[in-house]
């Protein structure tokens, strides 16, 4: 096997589109996050022909690709498709050897991935029926206190008291935000309970498989440093964020692709993690912009009194 | 109703048992009798729960099950019209789907401009099903395990401004938590049973001072045997289905459910299971199966989506995926035969409505989930998580959980109902359908 091997990953979700390219060695060559407002052939395409241009790549150059997401059979060239489920353990458990337990929180859905010491998936729950707890929750949030969504997870860690407020629907919950505003409660009160609650939300879809430790936050709400502090207050242990956390489906994919041609197999007939995943030479997941370190979100669990250990 | 976007294309890989479409000719049949029973002379009864038609055949009324019928609305798209009169009249989207689109029946036949001449509702599209269906003489409830249910017919009745005669069957929920208690045995069985056979005693006086029929008990004798037939024949079919690869799948067995739920017991039914069983055991002597190429086999926890029936067996057999057996038709629908006496057979009458697959504890429906788990070699268990029947959802979760503890079996949930199609999406099951298969595919691979 050369070294120029490379290999695609395209996970289309239902408000971002995400590319990675990896090489023979799974690490990421390249990367590419396109926001969407929902499952888009375009967004999809400009994910993808970012993330092959900044590897200087095309189409033609790949060897394998394989896509993912709710959009998953809407990517062309894609030799096989894997759900969200599969690419998400395979991609953070190569990014976090040894992790357990995987939570993502997208832009419409979250899931609860628990994997056995292989990085293979044991079982899973999702809750991609309702928008609570996801990153359009946030989204709803964000708009009633008008706060850049950039910005709500600080104010959130301003907040110090815990008002009652319901998650059993986004849209019943921004009635609730409205009328809190209305009764004049402090702003960063109602991001914090907001924060709260959506962290007893995912509480109860980790139920659905078990606790285990150690706990991967990925998706884009894993950038929120509030969601990551109160989620590992709910869970009472530390939760550990890759630094990329939108693209681990992504780059599950493209490990995937990778995957069956070292085996010798043509992706379409693959089964994923057929082979053991571990213990194998680590695959590097720098993108080349930074280390790959995985956050912690240690000074905001620290505020909130939490114990702080780095895993991966 | 509102339009839903057209399902993606997916190959029939299905090979359902030809069987079965006479046995939904005799249902067409059933309901074309009942839509006329008034102009016969007949007296009609409404009832839910536990299959009572034989009481009601020997006491010469014309019946209507009304899960079944508004399952059959919902299985021909014609739930719409009795959902929004039952939607207008103030029945919320979240109440049993069943229930409210029989209500909506109800309140259509009340407010029907021919309804109180004719008893047939006549308020909107007379050629639709859902308005065929003839004003009750009386309401007989006999709903266990579900607290809807035990009211419907009591609403029904106030629907009908209480001028309606009604009887309630109660039936004590088998907990099945006492030292001696177990699947059919036990002490709570025991009284449970007697319990309830006396209310059918007491059913049968009511029905002969209202009706003015005298009853046959002969013919309940009869009923009975053809039904105890049918049902023996039933089971023997479901045996053959352990069979690898399927003969047959859990779809055709929904099908069948029609028949044995609420047909006349007569030689016709004895007929039509023969058939079915014959049917399948000619499948497995020349090597026909159920679906294309057999990859999985899983289990199915939850009351049919009478809405996606064909689509739904369509989806897993495009997956290579065999349904073997499930809750609803394997723990249910006169399952247990031996318990008849056909010479008296009220009591075993009496233990199969007590036998509804929503009215055990949570530990008689691990051991029969598990024991079906095992018995059918499944490699995975769907639960039809449906959206608007909590007594059939409550204790999905620890079942789940008991079987991938127990058997390392895992599940996947996903939403939907029985009579309302808007609670299902597409994607919903068939991302998390795709995972679990995957995982399936691991686990083998690394056993291989």
Sequence with gaps: MTGERRYLGVDLGSTTAKAVVVDQDGAIVSSSTIAMGAVSRAGMQRAVDAALADAGLTAEDLDGTVSTGYGRRLVPGAQRTFTEITCHARGTSAMVPGCRLVIDIGGQDSKAITVDDDGLVQEFAMNDRCASGTGRFYEVLATAVEVPIEELGALALKGSTDLEISTMCATFAETEIVSLLAQDAPVADIASSVHRAIAARTLALVAQVGRHTPVVLTGGVAQNPAAVAFLARALDTEVLVPAHPQITGAYGAALLARDADRRGRPVADDVAGADRLFPRPSEPHSCGSCDGTIDTGAAHAVDLGLPVRLGG | ?448
């Design chain 2, 1 to 448: 109703m509102t339009a839903t976007m057209p399902p993606l294309a997916t190959p029939d890989r299905t090979n359902r048992l030809a069987a079965t479409r006479h046995g939904n000719r005799m249902v067409a049949q059933y309901w074309d009798d009942l839509f006329t029973a008034r102009e016969r002379g007949q007296q009609i009864v409404w009832y839910n729960g536990g299959a009572l038609n034989p009481i009601f055949q020997a006491a010469g009324l014309a019946w209507c099950h009304g899960e079944a019928f508004a399952a059959r609305l919902a299985a021909q798209q014609l739930e719409g019209p009795a959902q929004l009169a039952g939607a207008e009249y103030g029945y919320n989207a979240e109440l049993c789907s069943y229930s409210r689109t029989h209500l909506g029946c109800a309140v259509l036949t009340v407010q029907g401009d021919e309804g109180a001449q004719t008893g047939v509702v006549g308020a909107h599209d007379q050629a639709e099903l859902a308005a065929r269906l003839p004003a009750p003489d009386f309401f007989v409830n006999n709903y266990a395990g579900c607290s809807t249910g035990q009211q419907w017919d009591e609403i029904s009745y106030r629907v009908f401004d209480k001028e309606v005669p009604i009887f309630n069957i109660s039936h004590p929920f088998l907990w099945g938590n006492k030292a001696d208690a177990g699947y059919l045995q036990g002490e709570e069985w025991e009284s449970a049973s007697r319990y309830v056979r006396d209310q059918l005693v007491d059913l049968i006086a009511w029905l002969e001072e209202r009706s003015g029929n005298k009853f046959d008990w002969d013919l309940l004798r009869e009923s009975m045997t053809y039904i105890k037939r049918a049902a023996e024949l039933r089971r023997e079919g479901l045996e053959l289905c352990k069979a690898k690869p399927a003969p047959a799948t859990f779809w055709d067995w929904i099908s069948a459910i029609a028949p044995i739920n609420f047909l006349p017991g007569n030689q016709e039914l004895v007929d039509y299971f023969a058939s079915v069983r014959d049917e399948i055991q000619h499948r497995i002597d020349h090597g026909i199966t159920g679906i294309e190429n057999e990859r999985y086999r899983l289990y199915f926890d939850g009351i049919m989506n009478w809405n996606k029936l064909g689509f739904l067996s369509r989806k897993f057999a495009e997956h290579g995926v065999a349904v073997m057996a499930g809750r609803y038709i394997t723990n249910a629908f006169w399952q247990e035969p031996q318990l008849i006496d056909t010479d008296d057979p009220l009591l075993g009458m009496a233990q199969h409505y007590l036998l509804c697959p929503t009215n055990h504890g949570t530990r008689t429906l691990d051991y029969l989930t598990l024991r079906d788990c095992e018995e059918y070699d499944v490699d995975g268990i769907v639960f039809h998580s449906t959206r608007t029947c909590r007594a059939f959802t409550g204790p999905q979760r620890l079942l789940a959980r008991s079987a991938q503890n127990n058997l390392g079996i895992p599940s996947i949930f996903f939403e939907g109902d029985v009579a309302d199609a808007s609670f299902y999406k597409e994607e919903i099951l068939e991302s998390r359908l795709a995972a679990m298969l995957e995982a399936i595919d691991v686990k083998r691979a690394q056993a291989s």
